[in-house]
């Protein structure tokens, strides 16, 4: 499959159970082994943050930071971590313990981490998915401040209507395929032709569409 990102591009990866959504994201990050194809960018130049935090929460905010600077061998590691609670608003939440944290400042502490070396590219595994309707809008101003700075970003998401209000491109994948790479309004229209029902909304037509894929991956009548 290929994939391509603009600097400043958000994309959404969607696709039903087992499409390979995270497995493309793990072989971008370079934490997974390929037996084919390759990546652009070298690894210091892609930030990965996986589903589930990868913090620690006897440390402080500040202390996960400088911990995660010096595994990744960040210059200046200081300076780093000063602009990395900036940028994710956790300047008031810098000596607090991480697991004092809400979940969605916890996330912020995630996302803060992939985004250590400056990447070009960052990669979400899921962001939201275990988030509060306030802590996901909060996630996704965050979010947004760094795709207007110039990182792409690319995200995996079970939620369609998610991908729909936020994603510049959707990539839809099925069978560890790119079935579709559009923006969502096109996305729309062509998942609407797929299933034959010109009325859908955009999560309707991609839950169908989503049935419509995994009965031809079962190889079972669609």
């Known amino acids: 499959m290929n994939v391509s990102a603009q600097p400043g591009e958000l994309i959404a990866v969607i696709g039903p159970n087992g499409a390979g959504k995270t497995t493309l994201l793990r072989a971008i990050a370079g934490v997974l082994e390929v037996d084919a194809g390759t990546v652009s960018l070298t690894p210091a130049e892609i930030g990965w943050v996986p589903q ?4 620690y929460g006897k440390l402080s905010v500040r202390e996960n930071l400088a911990l995660f600077a010096a595994f990744e061998a960040v210059a200046d590691r200081a300076a780093v971590v000063e602009r990395m609670l900036g940028q994710a608003g956790l300047e008031h939440r810098a000596d607090d313990l991480v697991g004092t944290l809400s979940g969605g400042n ?10 250590l070396r400056a ?3 960052l990669l979400l595994d899921e962001p939201s998915s275990s988030l509060d309707p306030y802590q996901r809008g909060r996630m996704w101003e965050f979010i947004a401040s760094l795709t207007q700075a110039g990182t792409a970003v690319l995200f995996t998401t079970h939620d369609v209507a998610e991908a729909e209000r936020h ?3 959707v990539v ?11 923006p969502p309004a096109e996305l729309h229209s062509r998942a609407r ?9 955009f999560e309707t037509a991609f839950v169908a569409l989503f049935a419509h894929l995994e009965h031809e ?4 009548p669609a």
Do not use: C, T
């Not at 839809?172 to 579709?180: C, I, K, P, Q, T």
């Not at 991956?217 to 079972?220: E, N, S, V």
């Open 52 to 55: 589930q935090p990868a913090i």
């Open 106 to 115: 916890q996330q912020r502490v995630n996302i803060a981490i992939g985004l």
């Open 119 to 121: 990447p070009s590219v």
């Open 167 to 169: 994603a510049d491109r």
């Open 172 to 182: 839809v994948l099925a069978e560890g395929r790119v079935v579709f790479d559009l």
């Open 193 to 201: 032709e797929e299933i034959g029902d010109p009325s859908a909304d």
């Open 217 to 220: 991956a079962d190889g079972a």
